[in-house]
C-alpha cells in the first residue's frame, strides 16, 4: 500500500487548510485510514480516522469541531478540512493504513501498517 499526501503549507492564524491522502496498492476492504500530526520533540498524535467499508469516523475529542475527515471513495482518497487554526496546529501531518479494523486501537499509531509521507502545515500568529 502506497499513500501519498499533500496540501500543507503556511496559513495564518484563523484560517482553513484541507489536506488530501491517496491510497494505491492492494487496499483490501477491511481498513481504515487515519491522519495524525507529530510536532517537533512530541509523539505522532491522533487526529482523525475512517473506515473505509462503511464511512464512519472516529476523532480526538480536542479536535473535533474544528478538524474534518472525508473521502472520496471513487479516488481512494481522504481529506482533512481544518479550520479555525491556530499556532499550535504546527506539524508534520501523516496519512496512515490500518488494515483491519478495531475500534480500540483505531487511534493508536503503533497500530498503523503504511504512512505517507507527511506533509507540513505551518500555522503563523
Known amino acids: 500500500v502506497q499513500l501519498q499526501a499533500s496540501g500543507g503549507g503556511l496559513v495564518q492564524a484563523g484560517g482553513s487548510l484541507r489536506l488530501s491522502c491517496a491510497a494505491s496498492?492492494?487496499?483490501?476492504?477491511?481498513?481504515?485510514l487515519g491522519w495524525f500530526r507529530q510536532a517537533p520533540g512530541e509523539e505522532r498524535a491522533f487526529i482523525a480516522a475512517?473506515?473505509?467499508?462503511?464511512?464512519?469516523?472516529t476523532y480526538e475529542n480536542s479536535l473535533k469541531g474544528r478538524f474534518t475527515i472525508s473521502r472520496e471513495r471513487d479516488k481512494n482518497t481522504i481529506h482533512l478540512q481544518m479550520s479555525s487554526l491556530k499556532p499550535d496546529d504546527t506539524a508534520v501531518y501523516y496519512c496512515?493504513?490500518?488494515?483491519?479494523?478495531?475500534?480500540?486501537?483505531?487511534?493508536?499509531?503503533?497500530?498503523?501498517?503504511?504512512w505517507g509521507q507527511g506533509t507540513q502545515v505551518t500555522v503563523s500568529s
Open positions: 496512515g493504513y490500518k488494515g483491519g479494523v478495531i475500534s480500540s486501537t483505531i487511534g493508536s499509531p503503533n497500530m498503523y501498517d503504511y
Open positions: 496498492g492492494r487496499t483490501g476492504n477491511n481498513y481504515a
Open positions: 475512517i473506515r473505509w467499508s462503511t464511512g464512519s469516523t
